[in-house]
């Protein structure tokens, strides 16, 4: 089994200091899965900090090649991926991927993944922690981000997996479940340790509900 996680800083693992939710997941089943010797999977984490849909349209094909299983079935490919293609450029005045082009590119994305692979998922997009307090404008200053533009984005993934059958993980509402527990980095834009290690139970949870993953050792 071949798990290849595409993204941005999440999947990147920003800012958590246990390499991310992907790193969690792969150290869960490196300790658990592998006490059977005919279990064996391999995690790719391939997560570029401030990507967008167009940044990872133009790296996939060149990533996914050396790294797919030739039985489609035993590839699982997950996307999370725009929150950047919807922030506002304020010193453009413009929408930094616009919501059609926007559409059409996870619709690609899907696309090219499903030829790959049968089990194909994309891991929905969550809010900011207060945009009225933008904390991430020290390193970002003509950067915004809106929790209702990055809903419509959001909302957009949703629908698409809807049509195609593509798995569907609702990150944004365990956010919304977690807002007040410190799951955010000081930023308020990436998530900290916390946010990681919930991420990680949600994927996980996931995977095996599936059937994609065999269940392991109880958390």
Not at 48 to 73: C, H, M, W, Y
Not at 113 to 132: C, M, Y
Request: hydrophobic share 35%.
């Amino acid at each position: 089994m071949r798990i290849l996680v595409f993204g941005d800083s999440i999947v990147y693992g920003g800012w958590d200091t246990e390499g991310g939710w992907v790193s969690r997941l792969r150290k869960f089943y490196d300790t658990t899965g592998f006490k059977d010797e005919n279990y064996f999977m391999l995690f790719y984490q391939l997560g570029i900090d401030s990507q967008t849909t167009e940044d990872l349209l133009e790296r996939f094909d060149a990533e996914v090649r050396p790294r797919v299983d030739e039985n489609k079935g035993e590839n699982i490919i997950i996307f999370e991926i725009g929150k950047n293609d919807s922030t506002f450029n304020e010193k453009q005045k413009r929408i930094k991927v616009e919501k059609k082009r926007f559409e059409k590119n996870i619709k690609t994305l899907f696309s090219k993944a499903s030829k790959l692979s049968s089990n194909v998922i994309f891991i929905g997009l969550a809010r900011t922690f207060d945009e009225k307090n933008p904390r991430y404008k020290i390193w970002t200053p003509d950067i915004t981000f809106s929790n209702s533009n990055i809903r419509e984005y959001d909302t957009v993934v949703r629908k698409i997996c809807k049509r195609t059958g593509a798995g569907y993980i609702d990150l944004g509402a365990e956010v919304r479940r977690n807002l007040k527990s410190g799951i955010f980095d000081k930023d308020g834009v990436h998530l900290n340790n916390k946010g990681h290690e919930m991420i990680f139970r949600l994927v996980k949870a996931y995977l095996e509900r599936k059937g994609l993953l065999k269940a392991g050792t109880p958390l």
